[in-house]
């Protein structure tokens, strides 16, 4: 058994039940060892966490960046609609997503600070990502406010998309976004 696999078991109980719902003994069963097995790849809970918390910044960083570069020369209201539309089509089948969105909202308290840098650090690499395709927009005359202004509003939009994803469901969550969409759009564009 590798540490590959007790991280992927992990991590999809982790997004469903969790720092405090996910048991070692729970983690151990689903991959079919015994809980002291796990103590030879990481010498805790803790540190089983924070291995999985890592791969997923780095991976969700990856992503946002990969996805702005295959989408760059796209309008910007085509690439920013397809940004927002695969965050909530991912969020129904990808545990690292959910993943991510429960330690941002439900971060265990004594791994507070660590996981808030990680946090504001995603924050703060994906707003540059996405100010850098609004500096664009704004030369190309797609768009008639700062993009500052448009990029921590669309960070907010993003946010507030997570939060309904999490808390309010799949219908909320469409609802949601397509008035806040609406709203945005007309607010950015010319």
């Not at 209201?77 to 397809?82: F, I, S, T, V, Y």
């Not at 439900?106 to 791994?111: D, G, K, R, S, V």
Request: overall charge negative; aromatic content about 14%; hydrophobic content about 35%.
């Amino acid at each position: 058994m590798s540490s590959e696999n007790i991280k992927q078991a992990a991590l999809g109980l982790f997004a469903s039940h969790g720092y405090d719902g996910t048991s070692l003994s729970q983690i151990a069963e689903q991959v079919g060892m015994k809980k002291q097995s796990i103590y030879s790849h990481f010498k805790g809970k803790d540190e089983l966490f924070l291995e999985i918390v890592d791969d997923t910044y780095q991976i969700e960083i990856t992503r946002e960046k990969e996805y702005l570069n295959d989408h760059f020369q796209e309008s910007l209201q085509d690439c920013l609609r397809k940004s927002l539309r695969g965050y909530v089509d991912r969020y129904q089948f990808d545990n690292r997503l959910k993943f991510w969105l429960r330690v941002s909202f439900f971060p265990p308290a004594h791994l507070y600070e660590q996981l808030n840098q990680y946090i504001y650090n995603y924050i703060d690499t994906v707003d540059s990502f996405y100010l850098e395709r609004f500096q664009h927009a704004l030369k190309e005359g797609e768009m008639a406010i700062s993009p500052e202004t448009a990029s921590l509003a669309f960070s907010s939009l993003s946010d507030s998309i997570a939060v309904e994803l999490v808390f309010g469901g799949e219908e909320r969550t469409e609802r949601k976004l397509a008035a806040a969409w609406e709203v945005f759009w007309k607010g950015i564009s010319k």
